[in-house]
């Protein structure tokens, strides 16, 4: 073992005495020294593709020059005035540039946050007060954030949830549309909607729509695993939210910015939401949320109802302003749409070659890629995933997986395809290798994921 070997294991030992496990989620001991475009380089030294884009954080890349100066820039002036108690010009320009590039041609507003997590619970408090009514309905499988309000709209993980209730009160799940696994047993040539049936049988027995407040859903449901739902669906069910007057609220924080070939996800499926949820990429990595809604949801509440010292700080406003300028100057949409169909060809040429993967989908650079254990059952394999992600990540290549068994790629927007190509080779040279049984078990004591 090399000298900076030793160091990165002592720092990991470290980490562990020190840092909460709350916080980590282990795939792979993977150390960061630095990061420029779609690659990071590790305290060893070396270099890894990344397919992970920070948990799609760095939809611009790592460390874009220009996101970097805006930063520095601010810094010189200053770092923060409690925007509760002052106008900065940084809040207002994102404000302008967010509603431009939001769906929907009315008026709007905007209230900022420091991530994903706070701006769902804002937007529940929005709907609440906008509306007078207290329910929301959520998604089985949906993951919105580690608040308590986020996480009360989540329904993804026990180990989330085990010890932490009771939850906010007021919160319903229903069926996501997961054509592959059908929760309703259907098969997608042939259905009738039958998961939102769900819903209406709800709002006919137990949950009078009039009382519901909101419908808060993920264009492309991202970590159960890049599932994207019909476009009938997100019609049929926006309409319905329409005809109860209930607000049709989109969580982009993770598909937002550019990442599915639009701006937003939810631009895929033609329909307005009243309110949209960002965070995550708006800033390249700088902490920031934005809920931006319809003016007069935004005119229902008043201070100090979502008000935090540091939220729409000027350094995170101004990296936010030039994410959008490079995404814009860099074409980075487009490439997203032509990347993302180029990897989706690749990987059905992949499948047609194992039957360890059941199914691929996805919008843009968002994808999922489903490994089981035989194309009959569609049983999950975790620990076939698993052990293909750490041998992604021994070979160059930082890879995860969501929902037990579908691997993440979400790799930055400025990837290239020479490296698409290169990361395209090494997962199947490790799904190769799982299937020789050639990765030991030993990587599983550290390859859990969620």
């Known amino acids: ?45 070396v270099e890894y593709i990344d397919f992970l884009a920070s948990a799609a954080c760095v939809n611009a890349g790592h460390s874009h020059p220009k996101v970097v100066q805006a930063i520095k820039d601010q810094a010189d002036k200053y770092i923060l005035y409690n925007t509760s108690y002052s106008y900065t010009e ?16 009315f008026n709007k507003k905007t209230s900022y946050g420091l991530s994903g997590s706070d701006a769902v619970d804002g937007v529940i ?17 949906s993951y919105h954030g580690s608040t308590y309000g986020a996480l ?45 049936d769900q819903l209406k049988k709800a709002f006919e027995s137990y949950l009078p729509p009039e ?13 159960a695993g890049m599932v994207v739902p019909p476009k009938k669906y997100v019609k049929a069910l926006y309409e319905l939210c329409q005809y109860y007057g209930i607000l049709f609220v989109s969580e982009e924080v993770q598909q937002g910015f550019g990442r599915t ?24 990595g700088m902490p920031i949320s934005a809920i931006v809604a319809r003016e007069e949801l935004m005119n229902s509440w008043g201070a ?11 350094i995170s406003c101004q990296a936010a302003l030039a994410t959008i300028s490079v995404i814009e100057e860099e074409n980075l949409i487009e490439k997203a749409r032509t990347l993302g169909e180029y990897l989706l060809r690749q990987f059905q040429e992949i499948k047609s070659r194992y039957e360890i993967i059941g199914d691929v989908r996805g919008k843009g650079l968002s994808i999922g890629v489903e490994i089981i254990k035989d194309r009959k059952s569609k049983e999950k394999d975790t620990i076939g995933t698993a052990k293909i992600c750490y041998r992604c990540y021994e070979k160059g290549l930082i890879l995860t997986f969501l929902g037990q068994n579908s691997l993440r790629i979400q790799p930055p927007l400025v990837i290239s395809k020479a490296q698409i190509d290169k990361a395209l080779g090494i997962i199947e040279e490790a799904i190769k290798e799982y299937l020789n049984d050639e990765i030991p078990n030993d990587v599983l004591k550290f390859a859990k994921g969620w």
């Open 211 to 223: 009382d519901v407040a909101a419908l808060v859903f993920e264009p492309i449901a991202g970590d």
């Open 261 to 284: 070939g639009k701006w937003f996800a939810i631009e895929h499926f033609d329909v307005v939401p009243d309110a949209i949820v960002v965070a995550k990429s708006i800033a390249s």
């Open 125 to 141: 408090k929005l709907a609440r007060a906008y509306t007078g009514r207290t329910n929301i309905v959520s998604f089985i499988d």
């Open 304 to 314: 100090p109802a979502h008000a935090f010292s540091m939220s729409g700080n000027p």
């Open 90 to 105: 940084p809040q207002l320009k994102l404000a302008k540039e967010l509603h431009r590039i939001t769906p929907g041609k």
């Open 152 to 196: 009360s709209l989540s329904a993804i993980s026990l180990n989330m949830r085990k010890k932490m209730g009771p939850f906010l009160p007021g919160v319903h799940h229903i069926p996501y549309p997961y054509c592959y696994r059908c929760p309703m047993g259907q098969k997608e040539e042939n259905c009738k909607l039958e998961c939102l």
């Open 1 to 45: 073992m090399s000298k900076q070997e030793d160091y990165i294991q002592k720092l990991m030992k470290e980490d562990n005495a020190l840092m909460s496990k709350a916080s980590r989620i282990p795939y792979f001991p993977l150390t960061v020294a630095s990061a420029k475009g779609a690659v990071v380089t590790d305290l060893a030294g």
